[in-house]
């Protein structure tokens, strides 16, 4: 499973309110990547790190930051959360052989 | 923008077999992939294919690639029920950015 964790994987929290979401790996890889799924949308990239201190923005990245200051941790965070951010957030990383990804388990973010 | 399609969902009855299909606009793909997602988890890699391949065969799964029509298909042998998921195809070019395209995803539902 490529060590990753997500934490934490389920949030409730109100419109308005800062929400950090962090994702953790354990392989020392390089490349992470933060995804969000929705019904009907698929998977849509939001940001991506290429490594420590090196990010840059996917498709929906309107309403996001991300920092890496480590290599193992990638951490997303929503500086003022609104009811469209009501998603189900992945991170993945990439694999060293065939430019697959490895994903994470999810965190179920519901904002009121 | 790259594109990658397929349609959102297929039914099919356990012991037969089971086709997903993908179009993918990107002609500089180098690798394409079908992932796996099981309910309330995150995408496995499933199994990938060389752009300069035609077909790829593993146990129950084969994959065939029309590169000319840029198609792509997943043929599930003997579908069980435990094969109830969504599929994801995607596709990877090249070009350095290790961002694949994703479809949104066929949910493949296996009746007794």
Redesign the interface.
Known sequence: DAGITQSPRHKVTETGTPVTLRCHQTENHRYMYWYRQDPGHGLRLIHYSYGVKDTDKGEVSDGYSVSRSKTEDFLLTLESATSSQTSVYFCAIRGQGIDEQYFGPGTRLTVT | ?EDVEQSLFLSVREGDSSVINCTYTDSSS??L?WYKQEP??????LT?I?SNMDMKQDQRLTVLLNKKDKHLSLRIADTQTGDSAIY?CAE?SSGGS???T????TSLIVHP
């Open positions: 923008g180098t690798y992939y309330g988890a995150g995408l496995q890699l990938y060389f994801f990877s290790y961002i694949p994703f479809g949104r995803g």
